[in-house]
Structures are given as structure tokens and as C-alpha cells.
């Protein structure tokens, strides 16, 4: 027969038997390293597996950087012309010259001989301060492409 001790309450027992006036034996978990199921630390378990794991795992880190598709000249063409007759339409430069820039740019090295025909127009374009002149020069450039 197990030896009786005069501990208080098991742990890891939910009902607490011992507080109950009921004496625990010594060997009442000896050797487990697992406390019986339904106990209080058996259903902390899961919570606290869960808790951890959504730490390690965390929202999944940023999205993956967009890989821009490398545009066909005509693309860039049918954009330049898109622009261009913004720019004719309105003369308005700034922030809308940008694009015009960056197309032109992209054109030297999709198509070497439209970008030529269009050089000059775009140059003068990109370095005019009157909005009458940047709209002659989208013009004459929307025009040669």
C-alpha cells in the first residue's frame, strides 16, 4: 500500500482532492512526466502550443516584391503617344513630363529608330518653359511615331 503524505492538494489533480480532506499518496504521479489528462497544466497545453506557435509563425512576413513585365516597343509606343497627346492637348509640363521621360528612355532601348525620329521633338519638349511650345512639340512627336 503507498505510503500517505501530507500534502496539501496535488497540482496537477483538478478536483484537489487532498483540499477536500483526503490525503494524496507519495507515488500519485511518480514517474510521469506527462500530468493525467483533464488536469489544469493538460488544458493549458493547447493554449499555450497555439500561443506559440502564432508567435513563431508570425502574419507571414511582407508580399513578395511584383516583378514588373518588361514592355514590347509597341506598348511603350502606344504609352508615349498616350502622353504625348495629353501634353499636346493641355501644355502642361511637370509631373506629366516624367512618364514622357521615362517612356522615351525605355524606347532607346526597346527600339533605337523610332526613339531617333522623336528625339529632337522630346529633347525640346522636356527643356521648354511655355506651355504653347510643349504643345507643338507633343504634337510633332505623337505625330512621328
Not at 501530507?6 to 483540499?19: H, Q, T, W
Not at 497555439?50 to 516583378?67: I, Q
Request: proline share 8%.
Amino acid at each position: 500500500m503507498p505510503r500517505r503524505s501530507s500534502v496539501a492538494a496535488c497540482f496537477f489533480c483538478p478536483d484537489r482532492s487532498a483540499a477536500a480532506g483526503v490525503s494524496v499518496p507519495d507515488t500519485h504521479h511518480r514517474g510521469s512526466l506527462i500530468p493525467p489528462p483533464g488536469s489544469v497544466p493538460m488544458k493549458r497545453t493547447p493554449l499555450f502550443s497555439l500561443l506559440l506557435s502564432a508567435a513563431l509563425v508570425g502574419c507571414g512576413g511582407p508580399p513578395p516584391d511584383k516583378v514588373e513585365q518588361p514592355k514590347s516597343a509597341d506598348q511603350l509606343v502606344t504609352n508615349l503617344k498616350n502622353d504625348l497627346g495629353a501634353v499636346a492637348q493641355s501644355g502642361e509640363g511637370g509631373s506629366g513630363l516624367d512618364s514622357i521621360r521615362f517612356a522615351y528612355n525605355d524606347l532607346k532601348t526597346k527600339d533605337a529608330a523610332k526613339a531617333k525620329a522623336v528625339e529632337k521633338d522630346i529633347e525640346a519638349l522636356l527643356k521648354t518653359g511655355k506651355a504653347e511650345d510643349r504643345k507643338k512639340h507633343a504634337a510633332a512627336a505623337a505625330a512621328a511615331l
